[in-house]
């Protein structure tokens, strides 16, 4: 049976009464405009806002309770106690020695040979030898004298700048009628890198890049080497060049030895400069 339109409306009733028959309404519609009155609403519990539980609150409580009786408890129990005694806060005067510390020596005291004469620390020349080739002057190498021994004098300049070069000793000797030997002993001040370690391992890049090569490490070095090139430079003119090299650094100072002749030269001879010369250092 239909519903009459008038039973929806409020404040109307009809001529005659009517049984009202509510419809079949889907679940998630409101009932409560039917003409029975206003019912329970029956939304889904999925929709509903949860209310906190109360468990966390409880267990909070339970923490701030027993941090509180806990300390109430402790101080009780301190207080009953008798006071631990603290060790005085003065000290007994230690008498200082009488007279002066002998200061170390040379042997003892590296610092002392590497900050006096630098030249002291090079190879004496071997008796019998006869004057470099090139100009030792006094033995003492700046900046610019350092320079001039490379390609490009100029950037080899600012690059012994920043890594604060602070001085160099030079020796060199011709021993027979070929042979021809120089040592350089360069010091840096390395405050704020270590300098000479990047100079010899400069050295050792070089030395390497020539072909036909062969190398050994310098013994109580750790990482030094020593070079026989068995390949000669050859330059029209000339009579053909073999070379020797050995790089090598002591705490703030690099060694830097060459050796040319116009016969090969053996690993002995450039091992035997090597080894005695790092162990002036």
């Known amino acids: 049976m239909d519903v009459p339109e008038e039973v929806g409306e409020a404040g109307e009733a009809p001529d005659a009464p009517v049984v009202p028959v509510a419809p ?90 590497t900050d006096g004469d630098l030249r002291k620390l090079l190879l004496p020349r071997p008796k019998g030898t006869r004057d470099a080739v090139f100009e030792t002057g006094d033995g003492w190498m700046d900046l610019a004298d350092l320079a001039e021994n490379y390609e490009e004098p100029d950037e080899v300049f600012g690059d012994l700048i920043t890594d604060e070069f602070r001085r160099g000793a030079v020796t060199g000797w011709r021993a027979g009628s070929t042979t021809s030997v120089e040592i350089q002993l360069l010091q840096f001040r390395q405050e704020q890198a270590l300098a000479a370690v990047t100079h010899a391992d400069d050295g050792h890049y070089w030395a390497e890049e020539k072909s036909n090569t062969r190398s050994w490490t310098i013994p109580g070095t750790g990482d030094g080497q020593a070079y026989v090139h068995d390949s000669p430079e050859r330059e029209a003119g000339y009579l053909p060049m073999y070379s020797a090299e050995a790089h090598a650094w002591r705490g703030d100072i690099a060694m830097d030895i060459w050796i040319y002749d116009i016969k090969p030269i053996s690993k002995q001879k450039i091992m035997d400069l090597a080894e005695r010369q790092m162990g002036r250092l």
């Open 24 to 113: 079949a309404a889907p679940a998630a519609e409101d009932t409560t405009g039917s003409a029975e009155g206003p019912g329970p609403s029956e939304e889904p519990a999925a929709a509903r806002p949860r209310r906190r539980g109360r468990t966390a609150l409880l267990l909070a409580a339970a923490v701030v309770l027993g941090l509180v009786g806990g300390a109430c408890g402790g101080y009780l129990v301190q207080a009953d106690r008798e006071p631990t005694k603290l060790p005085p806060l003065s000290q007994p005067v230690v008498e200082q020695a009488k007279g002066e510390a002998e200061p170390l020596s040379a042997a003892v005291d590296r610092r002392l040979r």
